[in-house]
């Protein structure tokens, strides 16, 4: 199956019927971009669209996955190659990406792995490293993080789209990867404005008790560890949001 020949063809058909990409991507639900993809040579419908685009098109779907229109004697013989052509198209697709997903995980565990072992060795052990978890500030600014997402009511979506991201099993249509992508970059953001907020706060303490000197370290503190926290989260949602795009 050849991508840039129907590709070719649908950009044919779409101008026959005097339609733009952008009324064609109407007509079918999904964004000008997609349609555009296509034409390029760059993507193919999703399967749950290759009807309704035939419809709009006015063509079957033999003569769309072969990108021209089929003379009677040659359709049944294309039919069967395109019909396997997908069918490989599609296993071999998945198979990929599925190697790919695990390769990546397994990397990503092992360079946490050898991350969280220098810094076990760096601060003392165990012990060491409680030192730098700080409880309270934690909470804060996860609740900061979860009730933005809940005001804006995206906190659903955003789950999702995590759990769309560790799977990643390229079943996903173009027009639900760009809505996860908004998604978790939406939260990209409410971990950053939760982060402001919370060293805010600290600040706010700090401001307080600048009568008491001893308090003015751990306020400080606190000012400084919060940016490591969301910096540490930030990654971890950077990196599930490429994986979702590759």
Known sequence: MNQELTGKFISQ???????????????????????????TGNGMP???????????????????????KLSEESYSGKAEENMMNLA????????NKKKVGIIGLICGILLFLLCLEFTLISVGGVGGIVGFIDFPTLIMLF????????????????????????KNNGTLDDDTRTEYLRDLKFAIRSIILSSVLTALIGLITMLHNLS??????????????????????????????????A
Do not use: H
């Open 13 to 39: 058909l779409r101008k026959e019927k005097n339609l733009t990409q952008k009324e064609l991507a109407d007509r079918l639900g999904i964004s000008d971009k997609t349609v555009s993809k296509w034409e």
């Open 46 to 68: 999703d399967v749950s669209l290759l009807q309704p685009l035939c419809r709009e098109l006015s063509v079957n779907l033999n003569e769309l996955l072969s990108g021209e």
């Open 88 to 95: 490989r198209d599609v296993q071999e697709g998945r198979e």
């Open 143 to 166: 609740g900061f993080t979860l009730g933005i997402e809940l005001i804006a009511g995206r906190i659903k979506k955003i789950f999702k789209a995590l759990g769309a991201a560790l």
């Open 212 to 245: 008491d000197p001893s308090r003015i370290g751990p306020n400080f503190a606190v000012m400084l560890i919060v940016f490591f926290y969301a910096s540490v989260i930030v990654a971890i949602v950077f990196a599930l949001r490429e994986r979702l795009k």
